[in-house]
């Protein structure tokens, strides 16, 4: 009986954690941050450009310089592939014939030095 009841409890703690998630962060850029390749990075779709911003586990921003990223940015209803420039700064960008507008997917893929690989999906004007 103890057991179900604790079991239960556990259930309801998982349940009300779900039901209080909300959106994807904000970063200090305006756009959409997640976890990815054991950092943070911010995604901005303004126009027909792309900005990925860098940033550690405690936001502070990391120099992009020798990162490669991609993305491949779902706009139109067709795919098309962005390559992402480093700049000087913590900011990555690339320029495509998108347009962006409310409802677009992207898909990045970013390689840091020294790290595989890692690929996270935004939604960067949701």
Do not use: W
Not at 31 to 43: K, P, R
Not at 87 to 98: H, I, P, V
Not at 114 to 124: E, H, I, K, L, V
């Amino acid at each position: 009986m103890i057991v179900r009841r604790l079991l239960f409890a556990c259930c309801l703690i998982a349940i009300s954690g779900l039901a209080s998630a909300h959106g994807p962060a904000r970063g200090p850029n305006g756009g959409q941050m997640q976890d990815l390749a054991g950092s943070h990075v911010e995604l901005v779709a303004k126009g027909s450009e792309l900005f990925l911003y860098l940033f550690d586990a405690q936001n502070k921003p990391v120099p992009a310089k020798g990162a490669a990223a991609t993305a491949t940015v779902l706009a139109t209803g067709r795919p098309e592939t962005v390559t992402l420039m480093a700049g000087d700064d913590n900011a990555m960008r690339g320029n495509g014939s998108f347009t962006a507008t409310p409802g677009m997917k992207v898909v990045i893929s970013l390689t840091l030095p020294g790290q595989r690989a890692q690929s996270g999906r935004f939604a960067p004007l949701e």
